[in-house]
C-alpha cells in the first residue's frame, strides 16, 4: 500500500518495487512510481519496523513519499562504479538501483 494522492490529470505510468536507493554508504529498499508529472520515491516508515515482533503478526504496511521531485527535473541517467546516478537540472543527483526504472526513464530522456 502506498501513502500518496495523483494530483490533477496525473497518471500513473509505473511502480517499481524492486528499488535500492543510496542513503550516506548503505542501500535501502524503496518504491519508485513514475507519473506524467512527478517521479516518486517512496519507503516503509522505519517506526513500523519497531511494532514488528514476530512472522504471525501482519501489519498493513504503508509506503510514504521520502523524495518528489518533476519528472523533468531528471536531465542525465548513467551507470558508474556504484550505481546507476540520476542527474537533477539543479545538478544535484542520487543513486537509485532498479533497472525498471532505468530502462524507463532512458527512453524519457534523449
Not at 548503505?26 to 507519473?35: G, S, W
Not at 515482533?53 to 536531465?75: L, M, Q
Amino acid at each position: 500500500m502506498y501513502e500518496y494522492k495523483l494530483n490533477k490529470d496525473e497518471e500513473v505510468f509505473l511502480i517499481s518495487d524492486g528499488g535500492k536507493l543510496k542513503k550516506e554508504k548503505d542501500f535501502f529498499e524503496v518504491t519508485t512510481i513514475i507519473t506524467n508529472q512527478r517521479f516518486l520515491i517512496l519507503e516503509t516508515p522505519k517506526d513500523l519496523e519497531n511494532f514488528r515482533v514476530g512472522r504471525s503478526i501482519n501489519y498493513p504496511i504503508k509506503k510514504e513519499i521520502i523524495f518528489e521531485i518533476p519528472v523533468t527535473s531528471i536531465v542525465n541517467i548513467e551507470i558508474d562504479n556504484i550505481s546507476t546516478k540520476y542527474t537533477l537540472d539543479s545538478t544535484n543527483y542520487f543513486y537509485l538501483d532498479d533497472s525498471m526504472v532505468y530502462n524507463y526513464m532512458k527512453k524519457l530522456i534523449v
